[in-house]
């Protein structure tokens, strides 16, 4: 781990630097002559005397040339970073290094090149390899007018008249005040090697992500600190290599910067957007987390929701698995297909871990299909719905509803039966709707919608061979019973279910057969508020396949009787 010399941080607010018309410039490259220029936040190195890149979006602080600063050997590299609609600065620096550390460009010279008259905003950085005065470096540190992300592009020009064999490049980039992510792996990278399109950190304020601009970059990770590897090679005499690299920066959310690293590489995005509320009261849930998984799998980055409970990603176009999760919840996942240059709302309801009020969906107008007696059938085809209302009824309607997804089936028959006392309907799946499991809405008039969760799998085909997943005596919340220590509070069961979960969810059976004794106590569901079937009904919606289930003895009744 490197060494880290860090000055007090300096609370300032900067907020223009054209004291003429009191509106910043966009961009704008100048020195800082007095504090209120310099960026607040816990990592602000900054003094009078550097330089602030900004537009109205963002705003860096590379150093003078005589500003000697932590690891670095000179002045010249970034220290300060921050988005402007939250600024709090958490990048200790980027510094250039060469061949192995602490080698690293020396620079002797520092200048504005563009005070963004040009339309772009540049700063110029000249100097040399620390071990080797014939290998020049030039650093152009680069801000356009919208730009989320610096670009930096270097030039190493090699002025000897020897090849300079085996050399290496790249930069080292400290942040102590957030945890390192990359694309793919996720922030479990600490001693690792990755390829990624991009990496980062991610932390309650400020988050950052550096990438280039195409193709995947090498870097390796520690606790707080990452270092790229730009260039492996030889440098002929009198030739020279250029690096291109962004940093980007966004407020709290990983997300907000990762997006910034897409528009600096051109990659034509599409926005996902929503809310993430609290199923029982509908509060918005601010700072619940929203982790954007591409085929369900790989990491890709991360939302956090604003104070008004909304979250929003830039994604390229994929098919994406969005999960929220809050503390004192249970996590919910829904799909996403993002489309470049579309936008597509996933709204999340989260349910509270400690759920004392509420009770679950019951049977009302739908008897058939339901949760655990699902139906599962092809794109095109017609499947059953069995309905409790008036033999008067009529107008009904009924559709299939996944995250933002909506499809209407088409009614083809419905009939009432005087020996069943309901109605029997025919639905058909429009062509093309797409192979997942949806909630069913049934509406008719003068009877309440009726919203069915996790009740139809449409499939593409309907394979004669297949296999499924069986589960027994899931016994949640717990195996204790009333009067037991722990009875009402233990949710170990729900743990080792969801665990199974997870792992059906990537086994992807054809369905799961949950074979009784789903719940320990079937009396512990409107008794002090313990709403063990509720509980239950919410987990295997959390199932990516169709679950069948029957009826076990302590569904029907605990071992002991309660009050």
């Known amino acids: 781990m490197r060494n880290r010399n860090l000055p007090a941080a300096l609370f300032l607010i900067v907020l223009c630097l054209s004291p003429a018309s009191g509106r910043c410039q966009t961009p704008t490259a100048a020195v800082i002559t007095e504090e209120s220029q310099l960026l607040p936040g816990p990592a602000s190195q900054g003094r009078v005397g550097d330089f602030l890149l900004s537009n109205d979006n963002v705003a860096f602080v590379v150093e003078s040339a005589g500003h000697l600063n932590g690891d670095a050997l000179s002045g010249g590299h970034v220290v300060d970073a921050a988005s402007l609609s939250d600024p709090s600065d958490r990048l200790d620096h980027v510094v250039l290094w060469l061949a192995a550390w602490p080698r690293q460009a020396v620079y002797d010279s520092v200048v504005i090149q563009d005070d963004g008259t040009g339309g772009h905003a540049v700063v110029r950085a000249e100097g040399v390899d620390s071990a080797d005065s014939l290998v020049a470096v030039v650093t152009r540190y680069r801000l356009g007018p919208d730009d989320r992300a610096l670009e930096l592009r270097t030039t190493i020009k090699n002025r000897d008249t020897a090849e300079v064999a085996g050399y290496l490049a790249g930069d080292a980039i400290d942040w102590s005040y957030g945890d390192n992510f990359a694309a793919g792996y996720g922030f479990e990278v600490a001693g690792l090697t990755t390829f990624s399109e991009w990496f980062g950190c991610h932390s309650t304020g400020t988050s950052y992500a550096y990438g280039k601009p195409s193709g995947t970059v090498q870097a390796e990770?520690?606790?707080?600190?990452?270092?790229?590897?730009?260039?492996?090679?030889?440098?002929?005499?009198?030739?020279?290599?250029?690096?291109?690299?962004?940093?980007?920066?966004?407020?709290?959310?990983?997300?907000?910067?990762?997006?910034?690293?897409?528009?600096?590489?051109g990659v034509q995005t599409g926005l996902v957007e929503g809310l993430v509320t609290d199923e029982a009261t509908q509060d918005l849930l601010a700072g619940a987390t929203v982790d954007c998984r591409v085929n369900g799998v790989a990491p890709y980055t991360l939302c956090v929701a604003d104070t008004s409970g909304a979250y929003r990603a830039q994604l390229p176009p994929a098919g994406f698995e969005l999960e929220a999760s809050l503390d004192g919840y249970y996590g919910e996942t829904l799909s996403a297909s993002v489309a470049g240059g579309g936008t597509t709302r996933v709204d999340f309801e989260l349910m509270p871990t400690d759920y004392p009020v509420g009770r679950g969906d019951t049977l009302t107008v739908v008897m058939r299909p339901i949760m655990t007696v699902p139906a599962i059938v092809l794109d095109g085809g017609t499947f059953p719905i069995e309905a409790l209302a008036s033999p008067l009824t009529t107008d009904w309607r009924a559709?299939?509803?996944?995250?933002?997804?909506?499809?209407?089936?088409?009614?083809?028959?419905?009939?009432?039966?005087?020996?069943?006392?309901?109605?029997?309907?025919?639905?058909?799946?429009?062509?093309?709707?797409?192979?997942?499991?949806?909630?069913?809405?049934?509406?008719?008039?003068?009877?309440?919608?009726?919203?069915?969760?996790?009740?139809?799998?449409?499939?593409?085909?309907?394979?004669?061979?297949?296999?499924?997943?069986?589960?027994?005596?899931?016994?949640?919340?717990?195996?204790?019973?009333?009067?037991?220590?722990?009875?009402?509070?233990?949710?170990?069961?729900?743990?080792?279910?969801?665990?199974?979960?997870?792992?059906?969810?990537?086994?992807?059976?054809?369905?799961?057969?949950?074979?009784?004794?789903i719940v320990n106590e079937g009396e512990a569901e409107d008794f002090m508020g313990q709403r063990a079937f509720t509980k239950a009904q919410r987990l295997l919606r959390e199932l990516d396949v169709p679950v069948f289930a029957v009826t076990g003895n302590h569904d029907v009744g605990g071992w002991d009787s309660m009050p």
Request: net charge negative; glycine share 8%; no cysteine.
């Open 221 to 265: 990770h520690g606790q707080m600190w990452s270092d790229s590897r730009l260039f492996t090679g030889a440098i002929a005499p009198g030739d020279s290599v250029t690096l291109v690299r962004h940093l980007a920066v966004g407020s709290v959310g990983l997300a907000s910067a990762s997006g910034g690293i897409l528009e600096a590489q």
């Open 399 to 517: 559709e299939l509803v996944r995250g933002s997804m909506s499809h209407d089936l088409s009614i083809e028959g419905a009939a009432y039966e005087e020996d069943y006392e309901r109605w029997f309907l025919s639905a058909r799946v429009p062509d093309g709707v797409p192979a997942e499991i949806y909630d069913l809405v049934v509406e008719a008039a003068g009877v309440e919608t009726d919203t069915v969760a996790h009740s139809v799998a449409v499939r593409d085909t309907i394979p004669t061979e297949y296999y499924f997943a069986h589960i027994t005596d899931t016994h949640l919340p717990n195996h204790r019973y009333y009067g037991s220590a722990g009875w009402d509070t233990d949710t170990t069961e729900i743990d080792d279910l969801r665990a199974v979960i997870d792992d059906l969810n990537l086994a992807n059976p054809a369905f799961v057969l949950l074979t009784g004794d």
